[in-house]
């Protein structure tokens, strides 16, 4: 009946339809870089905010599906809006500045603000296309830094912020992909890097109020050796740890693993740019024994040209929950972290318990940490979890992270977790 079903929605489906977010929290997402802790926090804030103006305004347009000259609009159903770019917000302590960009006072009111004073008013209009964070995120929830400048009709999907050694830029999956936050990670990175050597400290920042919502994750990162790992071996080794920690030795399948598609053919120089489908896979065992690597290769191999050519399990679940007729809210709920209990068997079997992602990007790059949620969160009824393994390669570099929720909610334990990964492939 499931089969046959979703076989006849799909005939159906709207050619794209974006459906793995809801603008929730659970869909933010951080990446940053090692950058010295800047003297002057006010300047800093700012050439941080024109810095990622001008990212915005380069690389919009050429991600498909993913405009990026936008925010966030929560009125509507969910969805994007527009925007000039000309408005930014800056979180200091409780209170949110918002103001526009180019405003030569704007120096004036937060230098104010990092005194003492209230922040002047802000009468309504076009809203925040960024939110810079001065103070110190805690690494743990630093992806959701954008969500300060948020209100009850929604905010902005960018953030800017620092993340103890880190210098970090938030975003959220309805907008952009992990390509797409990886370039604005670099030229961000790469804009910023030149900083005045004269420039005097100023004032210290207050605490940052904690963001509504928030969820904690565990972060660990590593610098890789070149060539980084490739992510089938990857993926085989997580599948044979999975099933260990499982603790079901009988069991005839490692849990669920999701690793991203690029959809499209190899020589389509679009490819990396579109948004992404998962393929997932398992590795199977028999009497506690895994399958040997060549079968499980051969098998996630032609699994994932099916995803690449929107013909694999995933696409073709994606294709039949667009043509569903109910409201796009309640499909993107059902799909995300927080989908109603009735769906966690299936999600359990298509999202699994990793998530083992490599973004290549083609432009230079430091040292990135990447951060986002799994798409299983501990809790009382399921406190295993879940994680999500990135690894960003620019062609001369990687980095790779692991960022969990459960067995491997604690720094300890994912850093336990990544070097025994590591240590298989």
């Known amino acids: 009946m499931l089969a046959a079903g979703i076989a006849f929605a799909e005939v159906w489906a709207p050619p794209e339809l974006y459906l793995a977010s ?3 929290a659970d869909a933010d997402t951080f990446m940053g870089h090692r950058a010295p802790a800047p003297r002057a926090l006010v300047a800093d804030a700012i050439r941080r905010a024109h810095a990622a103006r001008t990212a915005l305004r380069e690389l919009d347009g050429q991600l498909p599906e993913q405009p990026l000259a936008v925010t ?4 509507g159903g969910g969805g994007a809006r527009p925007n000039r770019l000309e408005v930014a917000a800056f979180a200091i302590g409780r209170h949110c500045v ?3 960009l180019d405003d030569p006072t704007l120096a004036t009111q937060l230098a104010g603000v990092l005194d003492g004073a209230n922040p002047p008013p802000h009468s309504p209009g076009e809203p925040p296309f960024v939110c810079v964070a001065i103070g110190e995120e805690p690494v743990a929830t630093a992806r959701h830094g954008h969500r300060r400048a948020w209100t009850g009709r929604g905010g902005p999907w960018l953030g800017l912020g620092r993340a103890g050694e880190l210098a970090v830029v938030s975003t959220c999956h309805l907008i952009v992909d992990g390509y797409g936050h990886a370039r604005l990670a670099a ?3 790469e804009l910023t890097a030149e900083v005045a050597d004269d420039e005097r400290a100023g004032p210290s920042a207050p605490p940052l109020a904690p963001v509504a919502d928030a969820v904690a994750l565990a972060v660990v990162w590593r610098a890789l050796p070149y060539p980084t790992p490739r992510v089938i071996p990857l993926a085989y080794a997580a599948g044979r740890l999975l099933h260990r920690l499982a603790g079901r030795r009988d069991a005839r399948f490692s849990p669920t693993l999701q690793i991203p598609v690029a959809r499209g053919a190899k020589d389509d120089p679009l490819r990396l740019h579109r948004r992404v489908v998962s393929a997932t896979t398992a590795v199977q065992f028999d009497r506690g024994e ?14 994932i040209s099916r995803e690449a050519a929107s013909a694999g399990l995933v696409s073709r679940l994606l294709a039949a929950a667009r043509a569903v007729p109910v409201p796009l809210a309640w499909k993107r709920r059902g799909i995300g972290a927080k989908r109603p209990p009735w769906l966690d068997r299936f999600a359990e079997v298509i999202g699994g318990r990793a998530l083992l992602s490599r973004i290549a990007i083609d432009v230079p790059a430091p040292h ?7 798409s299983r969160l501990a809790s009382a009824d399921d406190p295993s979890g879940g994680c999500v393994i ?8 990687g980095t790779i992270t692991l960022c969990g929720s459960g067995a491997t909610g604690t720094v300890t334990q994912a850093g336990a977790f990544l070097d025994e990964l590591l240590a298989s492939v």
């Open 22 to 24: 809801d603008a929730e």
């Open 72 to 75: 966030i609009d929560r009125t």
């Open 98 to 100: 918002v103001a526009r």
């Open 187 to 189: 030229r961000i990175a």
């Open 290 to 303: 895994p399958e040997p690597f060549e079968v499980f290769e051969a098998r996630l191999r032609a699994s």
């Open 368 to 374: 990135l940490c990447a951060v986002s949620s799994p």
């Open 390 to 397: 990135t690894i960003i390669d620019d062609g001369t570099r």
